[in-house]
């Protein structure tokens, strides 16, 4: 690695494109972003054009670029990472609509689309050992649900496709031609096993989707390579023209977005992988634990090999809402809009507003606790991801009474941190039961940067939480299989040891305010319980 090569990063989240310009010790040069649509035709469905991603990945990698001041030419690496939907082409590379409008441009069925609910119960009902892999139960957010009900919806669509992408493999084709799919994306979303390096073409014939294991599974993944393996020829004449870059400048295989957070996080030089865990909080929540031996965990997705750290076995959990749960829970409050307004005029979000307030009248975060009374928030608005693997559960608030002051308003906030805090140490708690105990939290994502949302989180779950050392860890995880491909580093693991740290600590509370947390704890679960029983019968 030469002085003044530089790696990008780009994330494709549920809303926004991002480029990150990084150079090699991980400083972030510059960064850029630009929105992307989202279509939502009811609560169940999400749906997205791939060419109106690409554009807007074009336009923010263009934008970072000239603001960082670095010549195209020092660009060395290039990684991409996305959410896990699907992208559907025909035979030339175009769009083919998966949605009720028709339009080809809609050709993505994003993650959180829960239209193949019924598909993924039908699914885990065969017991198939794919299953195993998926934490026993898979969920409408993964890849092969959203298959079936295409081809028993769409039918037209499925047997025209030629390309079923996972968004992160679409990005890596559409900058090199080269169609190879990471081993991440598959392994996790795709019922791939890697540590067996095989498709399970039983599992493709007992569900109902034989047709995808034609020609060694040539629409789904025929060649799946590692993250951060340089792809084709670099970037080809197109591409680099759209992104503004070099022609074949290096570009490496890619990452889920929670996974990207997660190189760019847990790596840091001074601790192991496996002794920490990635805490993703953004509009969803996506925890990832590696560990050196494989566990099964019950309701926690995996054991995933090599799908994010290599030679290491991943646990993936998390829940389908958090900072959008945060975000729809305080509408539920009577005068939402009136504090909303005036949240807006001070320049902030409706939760920063809140949090500015809480930094103001507090001694410390963990004095929050006072404030909730009797609230406890089950925020499983779309869903248990993890681990009651649940998609037809949903949130509960409890100990409300008729309070509609800033107070009530502010009291409804922390519960809800709350809420999300005991979902993660719910989901810690079984993984320790099955061998697999991190003792650090490494925090990333809008939702969770500003210091009280760490402290809270940390209270609620029991836990260390650690902050991450870049202001943009998605990013640099990205850049890093950039950094990778490029050859700058040898392996995934050497590219976070240089380029990655830690920030600041947040340590649990003890005392009685840890002895509360462990009473509303259990609170928050036997009401999971009742929940249940009320949908049983």
Not at 7 to 29: E, K, M, Q
Not at 400 to 428: C, H, K, N, T
Request: with cysteine; hydrophobic share 45%; glycine share 12%.
């Amino acid at each position: 690695m030469s002085l003044g090569d530089v790696f990008v990063g780009i994330d494709v989240g549920t809303g926004s494109a991002r480029a990150g310009v990084f150079d090699g010790a991980g400083i972030l040069l510059a960064a850029a972003k630009r929105d992307i649509k989202l279509f939502r035709d009811g609560p169940h469905i999400a749906e997205q054009s791939s060419d109106d991603i690409w554009s807007c990945v074009c336009e923010a990698t263009r934008e970072a670029v000239a603001q960082s001041g670095v010549s195209p030419d020092a660009v060395k690496g290039l990684g991409f990472d996305a959410t896990c939907s699907l992208v559907v082409l025909d035979s030339d590379g175009a769009p083919l609509s998966i949605s009720a409008s028709g339009e080809a441009a809609r050709n993505i069925i994003v993650w959180m689309d829960h239209r193949a609910t019924d598909q993924a119960a039908r699914i885990n009902q065969g017991g198939h050992a794919v299953l195993e892999y998926v934490g026993g139960t898979i969920s409408p957010e993964m890849e092969t649900p959203k298959l079936l009900w295409l081809k028993e919806n769409m039918p037209v669509t499925f047997e025209s496709a030629a390309d079923f992408f996972d968004l992160t493999d679409y990005l890596t084709w559409r900058s090199t031609g080269d169609n190879s799919r990471s081993m991440c994306t598959v392994t996790c979303k795709w019922t791939y096993l890697a540590h067996e390096d095989r498709w399970d073409a039983s599992y493709f014939k007992d569900i109902g989707l034989d047709e995808l294991t034609q020609d060694d599974f040539a629409k789904i993944g025929t060649k799946i390579v590692a993250p951060g393996t340089a792809l084709g020829n670099g970037l080809t004449g197109q591409a680099a023209a759209d992104l503004g870059l070099t022609e074949g400048t290096p570009v490496a295989a890619g990452l889920i977005d929670a996974h990207a957070g997660g190189v760019g996080t847990i790596g840091a030089a001074g601790g192991a992988p496996s002794s920490r865990i990635a805490y993703v909080f953004g509009t969803s929540a996506c925890t990832m634990s590696s560990s050196e031996a494989k566990a099964l965990v019950p309701g926690v997705w995996g054991p995933y090999f090599s799908a994010m750290v290599p030679g290491l076995w991943l646990n993936e959990g998390g829940q389908s809402a958090a900072g959008e749960a945060i975000a729809h829970l305080l509408t539920l409050h009577p005068n939402h809009l009136e504090f909303k307004a005036k949240a807006e005029a001070a320049g902030q979000s409706l939760p920063d507003y809140l949090l500015a307030h809480l930094e103001s009248n507090l001694g410390s975060a963990s004095e929050a606790l006072a404030l909730v009374n009797q609230l406890v928030v089950v925020p499983d608005f779309l869903g248990n991801r993890a681990p009651l693997a649940d998609p037809n559960a949903r949130a509960i608030v409890s100990g409300f009474d008729l309070s509609a002051d800033f107070e009530s308003l502010v009291a409804l906030y922390v519960a809800g941190l709350f809420g999300l805090g005991y979902g993660l140490r719910q989901i810690l708690d079984v993984q320790r039961a099955h061998g697999v105990c991190p003792d650090t939290v490494v925090i990333s994502g809008g939702a969770g940067e500003h210091p009280i949302v760490k402290q809270l989180l940390a209270d609620a779950a029991g836990i260390r939480f650690a902050g991450p050392g870049s202001s943009e860890p998605v990013l640099l995880g990205s850049a890093i299989l950039g950094a990778v491909g490029g050859g700058a580093f040898a392996s995934i693991e050497a590219g976070m040891a240089g380029m990655s740290r830690l920030g600041e600590m947040f340590e649990p509370a003890k005392g009685e305010i840890a002895s509360a947390h462990s009473k509303r704890f259990d609170v928050f679960k036997a009401l999971q319980s009742a929940a249940r029983l009320l949908r049983e019968n």
